[in-house]
């Protein structure tokens, strides 16, 4: 299943949307996801970034995330999060981050 955690947005393919922090960190929790797609401004305190350390520590990643945010500092953010977490390797373009396995 492929989970959206994007304030505003949508996208063909997703099987359910999380508009806030919040909601998306109890979707993680709760199930087990194929695709994350995540934006980084989530319209509140905290970020998409926040929720992907969240999820990095609590082992909640799942196999593919795709940042589908225009914040480039965010995108930066989350990508060198997810490549510190040593779960991913380098993305072949700017929004894809693909799962190495343990």
């Known amino acids: 299943m492929n989970l959206m955690i994007n304030s505003f947005n949508t996208r063909s393919g997703v099987d ?9 960190k109890q979707l993680l929790n709760c199930f087990e996801w194929d695709v ?9 305190i905290e970020t998409g970034y926040d929720l992907i350390m969240w ?8 196999k593919v995330v ?4 225009t914040n480039h500092i965010g995108v930066e953010n989350i ?9 991913y390797k380098e993305p072949s373009y700017n929004e894809f981050w693909d799962y190495k396995g343990e």
């Open 36 to 44: 994350l797609y995540i934006d980084h401004d989530l319209n509140g």
């Open 55 to 62: 999820a990095i520590h609590h082992h909640k990643l799942p």
């Open 79 to 87: 990508r060198a999060a997810l490549l510190y977490s040593a779960k």
């Open 16 to 24: 359910v949307i999380a508009r806030n922090y919040s909601a998306g």
């Open 66 to 69: 795709i940042v589908t945010s």
